[in-house]
């Protein structure tokens, strides 16, 4: 069906790192009450995963944003969509990313965040792309380091399509 995607992580790879991102994450919390944070879309399936791992005493919030691009090329431009339904003040919050790039969504949404005084803020990336990074963002928790290749899959996107795929892939014959 995906004749032109080479898988580039692993369904049971990938599975295998939440386990451990979700341990590591409980093992310096701990709070009865975080937040998790869903940055919706590309982040569903690894929010969905992680939050099993974390287990009790979480609750689930949602952020809408997008990088305004098509294709492989974001525009630079952060659009805020959709915010969460309830207040963070005084609480722990984990912002759930698919992915860091140039870092500028990330770099965002903890300052949106911050200002609305949570009592800790922590990020945790799936994929991390070190290489393409324009704006330094503290990210405390990263799955995968990756280089600078366009991904898609478990989440993440191109032009809306494979999100619904369970591992990471990359196009074969390059990326633009
Ligand atoms: P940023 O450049 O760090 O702001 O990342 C912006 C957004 O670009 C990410 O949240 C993803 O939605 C998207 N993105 C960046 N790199 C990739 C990729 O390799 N595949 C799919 N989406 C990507
Ligand atoms: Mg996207």
Redo the contacts with the bound molecule.
Sequence with gaps: MHEQIEVFITEEAIQARVRELGAAIRAELETEDLLVVC?L???MLFFADLVRVLGDGVSFDYIA???Y?TG?E?S?R?RFIADLSQSIEGRDVLIV????????????LRTILEARAPKSIRAVTL?D?PS???VE?PVEHRGFE?PD????GYG???DEKYRALPYIGVFRGG?S
């Excluded at 990313?97 to 965002?108: F, N, Q």
């Excluded at 290749?149 to 898609?152: L, S």
């Design positions: 940055v879309k590309g982040s944003v997008s990088s691009g492989t974001s630079g952060v990313e698919d992915i860091v790039d140039t870092g500028r969504t990330l770099k965002h994929l792309k393409r990074r324009v963002v990756i290749a366009f991904v898609v993440l996107d191109l990326n």
